[in-house]
Nanobody, 124 residues
Framework: QVQLVESGGGLVQAGGSLRLSCAASGRTFGSSQMGWFRQSPGKDREFVAG????????YYVDSVKGRFTISRDNAKNTGYLQMNSLKPEDTAVYYC?????????????????WGQGTQVTVSS
């Protein structure tokens, strides 16, 4: 099973940027789809972005389109989420996850390995 460790969270003012990283151990990262989720207190976990094994296909929830970019470097076993023009409503714990099942890239199901999460706080 893939072990995932997120980093890069922090406190930023509205309009600022952060880049989250997701470091993976194990030999299956390159053959796994990767996703980023977020959860804030009192809210359901939200599927924010997804990327195919090769990186050619991506998915974004409407609220982050044009502001967030998901990417991956399979040679480094690392995934990324570049977040620009951050808003207070982006405040949440962000999790990366991977799945080996052949799901449609926009589906939030089937992610079997998860990181511990990294806090992102956007102040107004």
């Amino acid at each position: 099973q893939v072990q995932l460790v997120e980093s890069g969270g922090g406190l930023v003012q509205a309009g600022g940027s952060l880049r989250l990283s997701c470091a993976a151990s194990g030999r299956t990262f390159g053959s796994s789809q990767m996703g980023w989720f977020r959860q804030s207190p009192g809210k359901d976990r939200e599927f924010v972005a997804g990327i195919s094994q090769s990186g050619t296909l991506t998915y974004y929830v409407d609220s982050v389109k044009g502001r967030f970019t998901i990417s991956r470097d399979n040679a480094k076993n690392t995934g990324y989420l570049q977040m620009n023009s951050l808003k207070p409503e982006d405040t949440a714990v962000y999790y990366c996850a991977v799945r080996t099942s052949a799901e449609s890239i926009g589906r939030p199901d089937g992610f079997g390995s998860w990181g511990q999460g990294t806090q992102v706080t956007v102040s107004s």
